[in-house]
């Protein structure tokens, strides 16, 4: 505090060593004025959009895979009409999601169909988990078309009905298989919602470019946010590198 | 027991099951051979509606399999199938894969599906291999286990699916071993199989299959010492 106060000055008239330089600035960035809590919030915004766009995501993504798959593993010449409809609507879903870009999604969510919304956190997590479903739904699908149709048939021939046929033995095998897709699906998610800023979202850039705007130092915020990214990043796969090694354990020998 | 008429499967414009009719009685052990493509495996497969067939009915037990209303699900209960690449459930344990239907289907209690599992592996002598997982095993022990299991929902009749076509030769014995003891206990079985020498000896009956229709169908005796039809004659001299 005395130091900051005692070497500030210094900075103005030009005459401040390198150490003296960056103590100030990085003085300014992160304790001044208890800015270390904006990242804070900033953080806390970032993981609860993260995990609400996952969640949509996810969500999305099994409905659509499971329409795609059902639709495409009917018996020739048994064609479903409503099964068509949908799946064309997954299609037509998938094809504008991959063929526009993220943050003109998120511009015109916030701009366009929800202008009146002020809570830009809200928007922006809905445009990522809507954007993610598409990824999501063609991650599932092909974990759910790569597995041996020898094991649903295996459930079934037992007497087990279709639920239960997916639920014991296709979902969990499935799941098992497409985990590292998804991991990485996280982790971009959890980097797209940077993006969310653009909409007025109060995240982690939301308070990098706040307190540099008062500053007028950005090289600090930027770089401390992407420390935290970074950080955040390692921690979620080590957790996930964890949850793979747990689902593994059938494969041992 | 089972009875098929006028048994019908295209797949696009390919007919792969061309007007079949047969009968299984109980006790009986039919075995299909013939040459591959000729329609034996989907002919199996078509009997517990794995195949749905295009055209013609099955009924077993009294119940028309091949009604849209019948309750399909019930009717696997009855049929124990085994196929030629295993299918155990790599996700669970060996104890897990045999108990998971007869629990769910309500059949038994996890104590009483774990107290059957136990006394069935016995019968195979794999009771140690209660939890192990499948990829642990060999492949003549994946198929006994996968015999086990079907036998776990108390079926009244089993069919088998190429069982020994996938396994390393010294693994074949072993698992053919089981299926005659299954057929000296009277079980209905139904077997497509390459193993002349095991249709011969355990097989009532012999259907020759080829080009999607039953060509010729005796005794062993018949089928092998005096065959009649030229494709059967050819197909014999070849793998005998």
């Known amino acids: 505090m005395e130091l900051y106060e005692a070497w500030k000055p210094l900075l103005r008239e030009g005459t401040a060593t390198f150490s003296q330089e960056f103590y100030v600035k990085f003085y300014q960035a992160f304790v001044e004025g208890d800015r270390w809590q904006q990242y804070l919030r900033g953080v806390g915004t970032t993981l609860l959009a993260t995990a609400m766009a996952l969640a949509i995501g996810i969500a999305l993504g099994i409905i659509i895979a499971m329409i795609r798959t059902a639709h495409d593993q009917q018996r020739p010449g048994h064609h479903n009409p409503i099964l068509a409809l949908l799946n064309a609507v997954c299609k037509v879903y998938v094809t504008v999601i991959r063929g526009t870009p993220m943050m003109v999604q998120l511009l015109i969510m916030g701009f366009v169909i929800f202008s009146s919304s002020r809570n830009y956190t809200l928007v922006g997590a809905l445009t990522l988990g809507i954007n993610s479903g598409a990824y999501v739904s063609e991650i599932i699908r092909g974990g759910l078309m790569a597995l041996d149709p020898g094991q649903a048939e295996a459930g079934r021939s037992l007497g087990l009905n279709y639920i239960d046929t997916m639920r014991f033995i296709v979902i969990p095998q499935a799941f098992k298989a497409i985990l590292p897709s998804l991991g990485n699906e996280f982790i971009i998610l959890l980097k797209d919602t940077s993006l969310i800023t653009v909409i007025g979202g109060k995240e982690l850039v939301y308070a990098a470019q706040a307190i540099y705007g008062r500053t007028y130092e950005q090289m600090f915020p930027l770089l401390g946010i992407a420390l935290i990214y970074l950080v955040l990043v390692i921690i979620f796969s080590w957790l996930l590198g964890i949850l793979e090694r747990r689902l593994r354990q059938s494969d041992r020998r | ?240």
């Open chain 2, 1 to 240: 027991m089972i009875d098929v008429k006028h048994l019908s499967k295209s797949f696009g414009d390919h007919l792969v099951l061309n007007d079949i009719s047969e009968h299984i009685y109980p006790g009986d052990k039919v075995v299909i051979i013939g040459p591959s493509g000729s329609g034996k495996s989907t002919f199996l497969r078509s009997l517990n509606m794995l195949e749905p067939p295009t055209a013609g009915t099955i009924t077993f037990d009294g119940v028309e399999v091949t009604s849209p209303k019948t309750d399909i699900d019930e009717v696997r209960r009855k049929m124990g199938m085994v196929f030629q690449h295993f299918n155990l459930f790599p996700n669970m344990t060996i104890l897990r894969n045999i108990t998971l239907a007869p629990v769910r289907t309500g059949r038994m209690t996890q104590a009483q599906a774990e107290e059957q599992a136990m006394a069935l592996l016995r019968r195979v002598g794999l009771e140690e291999k209660a939890s192990a997982y499948p990829s642990q095993l060999s492949g003549g022990q994946k198929q006994r286990i996968a015999i086990v299991r079907a036998l776990a929902m108390n079926p009244k009749v089993m069919l088998f699916d190429e069982p020994t076509s996938a396994l390393d030769p010294e693994m074949v014995g072993e698992v053919l071993a089981v299926m005659k003891e299954l057929a000296a206990d009277g079980m209905t079985m139904v077997v497509v199989t390459h193993e002349m020498g095991f249709a011969r000896e355990v097989g009532n009956r012999i259907l020759f299959m080829d080009g999607g229709r039953i060509l010729e169908q005796g005794s062993p005796e018949a089928v092998f010492g005096n065959p009649q039809n030229p494709r059967l004659k050819d197909f014999l001299s070849k793998v005998l």
